[in-house]
């Protein structure tokens, strides 16, 4: 301020807080999370026109947005049967709209591209469409269809005159099958070693057999099984066994009784009072003092 203009009799300077003039910008502080309450005050009035008009339980309005179509969200009803019924209506309805637009592109378009596109549109959703070709060639098969066609519906001896196998294959056990028809396998009593004792080929009767069947070994003593005088041999036929011969490793033991409760522990008491080296074994049950 000039002090050289007569009209001034006095000044006086002031510090003024007040200076300079400000305006301040509202900021928040932590940033706005969406579809939250302060999301849909700061949106602009399109936008919240497109927020779920429902109401959650508790009275508050729903957060969240309207489904394309309708004025509600999925939670509450928006992809209901009714609601996309209604939206397949609209587009039936509008379907003769769109059909007449695509045909006024095909017509006015400016681009050549453009217009092929739209008629090719157009012919394809009427039912006429360029008839196709398809050209049949023979490629490689996958693993998995040739091991398909190596499998054979046939019987087993037309495969193995298929793949030339010769018929002494068919040895069971090291054993060629006889003339007079198919053989059983070989029991444990028969052993094809020649070696082996008489005694260990012997057989023995099943003890629960309740037969009066004797004891049948290969000299055929005490019975009449028809069974062959000499132990098989690696040239000769299987012989079939009688039904009520049933092969052992050892001779028939004793039957043998169980106890259990008081007598075992008595007899686990005795045991040790025998032996000297345990403790006798206290009965679970207490028992009292007669008076």
């Known amino acids: 301020m000039s002090t050289d203009d007569d009209d001034i009799i006095d ?6 807080d007040n200076l300079p003039a400000t305006v301040g910008t509202y900021q928040h502080s932590e940033p706005v999370t969406k579809w939250s309450e302060e999301w849909w005050a700061a949106a602009s009035p399109a936008v919240q026109a497109n ?7 508790t009275g508050e309005r729903c957060k969240n947005a309207a489904i394309l179509g ?5 939670f509450h009803g928006g992809a209901a ?5 209604a939206a397949r209506a609209r587009l039936e309805n509008a379907a003769d709209l769109m059909a007449k637009q695509l045909l006024g592109i095909a017509l006015t378009a400016d681009s050549e591209a453009v217009k092929l596109a739209a008629i090719k549109d157009a012919l394809d959703r009427s039912g006429l469409k360029a008839p196709a070709e398809v050209v049949l060639s023979q490629g490689e098969s996958k693993p998995y269809e040739d091991l398909f066609d190596g499998i054979a519906s046939g019987s087993r001896a037309e495969s193995r005159r298929a793949r030339g196998v010769p018929d002494s294959a068919d040895n069971f056990a090291g054993f060629e099958i006889g003339t007079e028809g198919p053989s059983q396998p070989p029991t444990q ?4 070693d020649p070696s082996h004792n008489e005694a260990s080929c012997a057989r023995r009767v099943f003890r629960g057999s309740t037969t009066n069947t004797p004891e049948v070994d290969y000299q055929g003593e005490g019975g009449s099984s028809g069974q062959q005088d000499s132990p098989s041999s690696a040239d000769a036929p299987l012989r079939q066994p009688h039904p009520h011969d049933f092969d052992r490793e050892r001779p028939p033991e004793s039957p043998v009784r169980h106890i259990t409760g008081e007598d075992a522990i008595d007899a686990a008491n005795w045991a040790n009072r025998r032996i000297g080296a345990l403790k006798a074994i206290e009965s679970p049950h207490r028992r009292y003092r007669r008076p």
């Open 51 to 57: 927020r779920c008009r429902a109401h959650k339980k």
């Open 11 to 16: 000044a006086e300077v002031v510090d003024s």
């Open 81 to 85: 049967k009714h609601v996309k019924r």
């Open 189 to 192: 009593g028969d052993s094809p």
């Open 70 to 74: 309708a004025t509600v969200c999925r």
